[in-house]
């Protein structure tokens, strides 16, 4: 069976990684996205907790994705769970200069880790959980950037 991690910080879930879960489940057996964290991000807009509930909505309806929160080494995690595929969504010319290098440290970690970039959809090129951190922090409508279950959840705590 072939597993694939997508992994990621996920502050929130946006509709960019749900296309990326969407396509990486039509290409692998089983997909299992995993709320980690990155070191190099500041305090979280949401808890991991918050975030993995937050993706489980988002990803009901494909059969074959799971959701996990993991605070470890990412090459670890794909240990555990007899995986060799790491999935990352590239957008733009810094994404993929951060993701090779990523790709060449997991590698590294653990030879038998190969990482798939899968291009953003021309659609969502310009998406970012930053960005949809700025639509919920100035009340601007949400159903374009996030799933809609997410959107639903976080206008539920809106005036
Ligand atoms: O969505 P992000 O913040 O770009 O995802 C980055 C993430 C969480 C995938 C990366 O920081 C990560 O893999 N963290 C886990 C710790 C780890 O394994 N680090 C070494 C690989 S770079």
């Known amino acids: 069976m072939s597993i694939a ?16 879960i969407e396509r990486a489940a039509a290409c692998f057996d089983k997909v299992l996205v995993c709320v980690m964290v ?14 993995l509930e937050l993706i489980q909505k988002s990803i009901a309806h494909i059969p074959n994705a799971e959701a996990e929160n993991f605070s470890g080494l990412l090459a670890d995690y794909a240990r555990q769970k007899g995986a060799n595929i790491l999935i990352k969504g590239v957008r733009n ?39 949809a951190r700025e639509m919920i922090r100035y009340h601007q409508p949400l159903e374009k950037y996030v799933p809609a279950a997410v959107a639903e959840e976080l206008m539920k705590g809106r005036d």
């Open 38 to 51: 990155n070191c190099d991000k500041k305090q979280p807009m949401f808890t991991s907790e918050k975030r």
């Open 93 to 131: 010319v810094t994404d993929f200069d951060m993701e090779m290098q990523m790709a060449r440290i997991n590698r590294g970690i653990e030879p038998t880790l190969e990482t798939v970039l899968l291009p953003a959809s021309a659609e969502f090129e310009h998406f970012s959980s930053t960005m």
């Open 5 to 20: 991690i997508y992994p990621g910080s996920f502050d929130p879930i946006t509709l960019g990684h749900l296309d990326i």
